[in-house]
């Protein structure tokens, strides 16, 4: 939210306490860190986010019994001896844990496929099979 215009950029201004007033970065709401794309093509769901400056390890991917799917990305850091030597200017990178939940009523949950590459969670998630109704019609008399 520029509201002013920055003439320098090594300088710090007012402006960037609005930015987290209006849009506040809450390490649980965090969704600028989970960013996603969803989209369905051949009858399957797929689940496309940016999870950037996490492992694999750190990535953990559940379903529970009310059909919703809960994506959670934790880091923790530890304060090594090189850091506490370091006089940071600024410090933006920050760690913590982030987690998003979705509802995915209608998956075939035994073929969701999920993999994790460059900083993106890919998730695969094939739709149930529709279960051929068999309608009766029923004469009235």
């Given at each position: 939210m520029a509201m002013i215009p920055r003439m320098m950029p090594n300088k710090i201004y007012l402006d960037d306490v609005f930015d987290d007033?209006?849009?506040?970065?809450?390490?649980?709401?965090?969704?600028?860190?989970?960013r996603c794309?969803?989209?369905?093509?051949?009858?399957?769901?797929?689940l496309e986010m940016d999870i950037?400056?996490?492992?694999?390890?750190?990535?953990?991917i559940e379903i529970d019994d009310n059909d919703y799917l809960t994506i959670t990305a934790e880091k923790n850091v530890e304060n090594t001896e090189e850091d506490e030597n370091k006089n940071y200017i600024r410090k933006e990178r920050n760690y913590g844990k982030?987690?998003?939940s979705f509802y995915i009523g209608g998956?075939?949950?035994?073929?969701?496929?999920?993999?994790?590459e460059n900083g993106i969670l890919n998730i695969i998630m094939p739709k149930k099979e529709e279960e051929k109704?068999?309608?009766q019609t029923i004469e009235i008399k």
């Open positions: 007033f209006f849009f506040p970065t809450t390490k649980e709401n965090n969704f600028g860190k989970m794309d969803i989209y369905e093509k051949d009858n399957t769901y797929y950037p400056g996490f492992t694999k390890e750190d990535i953990n982030y987690q998003r998956i075939d949950k035994e073929r969701i496929d999920a993999n994790f109704s068999s309608k």
